[in-house]
């Protein structure tokens, strides 16, 4: 059963760095990225989606296909999660223009900034995804994390009828064991973590959903009390999930690498220096992380 929408695409959409982001994992179990476009798939609400988006100059036109046998009418739920998640994978729940203004007359971001326009923050395309995959990173380097995130998606999601893997909801991965993850060369504390997370998100005990009576200031304090869950996991996961603005990733190595190659200096500021040099750009520290993360990938001058 499909579902037809289309969201519009601002001016000077950076349309590659979105490609990247979905291009990560090379193996492409649940996302596709080609000339045509981008496909994702996910479990929302127990059903496969997959969602496929192709651009135009000024629009993305997307097109949710779900399996739902039985049914004769895509359920109005249902596709009110998808046009989230397709907001959230292209990148467009944080105005980058904001920021751009902010940090014009910045000493130390106020060129970078400048000279990368548009950047945005690319999302997961659900709080649950970005979550387990920031316990999924913790301490590990970066094609290790993928090739987990893989084993992850293959053990506790599901296929599409059209082949294509659908990232699993926390009822999915809560039916794992340990074991089923430790055997696949996840530590005992990750899978632990994980496993730990998704039960407490399926029971209803962890709710992510923001609201009046569950800001996002509870829901972090909530994530720091599951144990294997720090303030890295948690901001990484706001960002990733919810696109809050204002995530501080002191603990991250590579922003920490970022601010040493703009300070110009033989080594990384440690983690209480980072906070306090990141705490300038509040309330819009996730997009400073973001621009700090894209300086990595520019050669560096001289």
Same mark, same amino acid.
């Given at each position: 059963?499909?579902?037809?929408?289309?969201?519009?695409?601002?001016?000077?959409?950076?349309?590659?760095?979105?490609?990247?982001?979905?291009?990560?994992?090379?193996?492409? @179990?649940?996302?596709?990225? =080609?000339?045509?476009?981008?496909?994702?798939?996910?479990?929302?609400?127990?059903?496969? @989606?997959?969602?496929?988006?192709?651009?135009?100059?000024?629009?993305?036109?997307?097109?949710?296909?779900?399996?739902?046998?039985?049914?004769?009418?895509?359920?109005?739920?249902?596709?009110?999660?998808?046009?989230?998640?397709? &907001?959230?994978?292209?990148?467009?729940?944080?105005?980058?223009?904001?920021?751009?203004?902010?940090?014009?007359?910045?000493?130390?971001?106020?060129?970078?900034?400048?000279?990368?326009?548009?950047?945005?923050?690319?999302? =997961?395309?659900?709080?649950?995804?970005?979550?387990?995959?920031?316990?999924?990173?913790?301490?590990?380097?970066?094609?290790?994390?993928?090739?987990?995130?893989?084993?992850?998606?293959?053990?506790?999601?599901?296929?599409?009828?059209?082949?294509?893997?659908?990232?699993?909801?926390?009822?999915?991965?809560? =039916?794992?064991?340990?074991?089923?993850?430790?055997? /696949?060369?996840?530590?005992?504390? *990750?899978?632990?973590?994980?496993? /730990?997370?998704? *039960?407490?998100?399926?029971?209803?005990?962890?709710?992510?959903? +923001?609201?009046?009576?569950?800001?996002?200031?509870?829901?972090?304090?909530?994530?720091?009390?599951?144990?294997?869950?720090?303030?890295?996991?948690?901001?990484?996961?706001?960002? /990733?999930?919810?696109?809050?603005?204002?995530?501080?990733?002191?603990?991250? @190595?590579?922003?920490?690498?970022?601010?040493?190659?703009?300070?110009?200096?033989?080594?990384?500021?440690?983690?209480?220096?980072?906070?306090?040099?990141?705490?300038?750009?509040? +309330?819009?520290?996730?997009?400073?992380?973001?621009?700090?993360?894209?300086?990595?990938? &520019?050669? *560096?001058?001289?």
């Amino acid at each position: 059963m499909k579902q037809r929408f289309t969201l519009a695409l601002p001016e000077g959409y950076r349309l590659q760095d979105v490609m990247s982001f979905h291009r990560r994992d090379a193996e492409s @179990v649940a996302e596709e990225v =080609s000339e045509q476009g981008l496909r994702k798939g996910m479990l929302l609400d127990g059903a496969a @989606v997959v969602l496929d988006v192709r651009f135009g100059r000024h629009e993305a036109v997307c097109e949710a296909n779900a399996d739902l046998p039985g049914l004769r009418k895509f359920p109005a739920a249902l596709a009110a999660q998808v046009r989230e998640a397709a &907001v959230n994978i292209l990148g467009l729940r944080i105005d980058p223009a904001e920021f751009s203004a902010f940090a014009r007359d910045d000493a130390l971001l106020g060129k970078l900034v400048a000279s990368q326009p548009g950047l945005r923050i690319v999302q =997961s395309a659900t709080v649950f995804e970005a979550l387990t995959w920031a316990i999924i990173g913790q301490q590990i380097n970066l094609p290790f994390a993928i090739s987990l995130r893989r084993t992850f998606i293959l053990q506790a999601g599901r296929q599409h009828s059209s082949g294509l893997w659908c990232y699993p909801e926390a009822q999915d991965a809560a =039916s794992l064991t340990a074991e089923d993850l430790t055997s /696949r060369k996840f530590s005992t504390a *990750k899978a632990e973590t994980l496993l /730990r997370f998704a *039960k407490l998100v399926a029971s209803g005990e962890l709710d992510l959903a +923001p609201s009046a009576g569950n800001p996002i200031e509870a829901i972090s304090a909530n994530l720091l009390a599951v144990k294997g869950i720090g303030p890295w996991t948690v901001n990484y996961g706001l960002l /990733r999930g919810y696109g809050y603005a204002d995530c501080s990733l002191h603990g991250d @190595v590579a922003i920490r690498a970022a601010l040493q190659r703009l300070l110009g200096e033989e080594s990384k500021p440690d983690m209480a220096r980072t906070e306090r040099l990141l705490q300038q750009y509040q +309330p819009h520290r996730t997009m400073a992380a973001a621009h700090l993360w894209a300086s990595l990938a &520019v050669p *560096k001058e001289g």
